[in-house]
């Protein structure tokens, strides 16, 4: 599975955005998917998880409110919805993608099969 998330962009405090993680391979409907970032001189941290199917997802409680993960296995597609962001969300946002939802909803990702190039999200207060 190959992933590249992109969306990022520039948007004022309260502001929303919408990031997407495009993805390819035939067996993408097997995997789970998350969403992690990593801001400046942070490490990566833990966004939102979504099971293979969508029926179940996970958030970190910063963001448990404002952002909505969903996917659509047709399109293989992963999309990450941001609203009320604040200068606190400002950083790099990856897409990860793996068969177990332990791996892709732990704090680090680590072990995660696999990662896509990440897009940056900046918000000004």
């Known amino acids: 599975v190959q992933l590249q998330a992109f969306g990022g962009g520039l948007v004022q405090a309260g502001g929303s955005l919408r990031l997407s993680c495009a993805a390819s391979?035939?067996?993408?409907?097997?995997?789970?998917m998350g969403w992690f970032r990593q801001a400046p001189g942070k490490e990566r941290e833990f966004v939102a998880a979504?099971?293979?199917?969508?029926?179940?997802?996970y958030y970190a409680d910063s963001v448990e409110g404002r952002f909505t993960i969903s996917r659509d296995n047709a399109k293989k597609m992963v999309y990450l919805q941001m609203n009320d962001l604040k200068p606190e969300d400002t950083a790099v946002y990856y897409c990860?993608?793996?068969?177990?939802?332990?791996?892709?909803?732990?704090?680090?990702?680590?072990?995660?099969?696999?990662w896509g190039k990440g897009t940056l999200v900046t918000v000004s207060s």
């Open positions: 979504i099971s293979w199917s969508g029926g179940s997802t």
């Open positions: 391979g035939r067996t993408f409907s097997s995997y789970c």
């Open positions: 990860g993608a793996d068969f177990e939802m332990t791996v892709v909803a732990n704090p680090r990702g680590a072990g995660m099969d696999y």
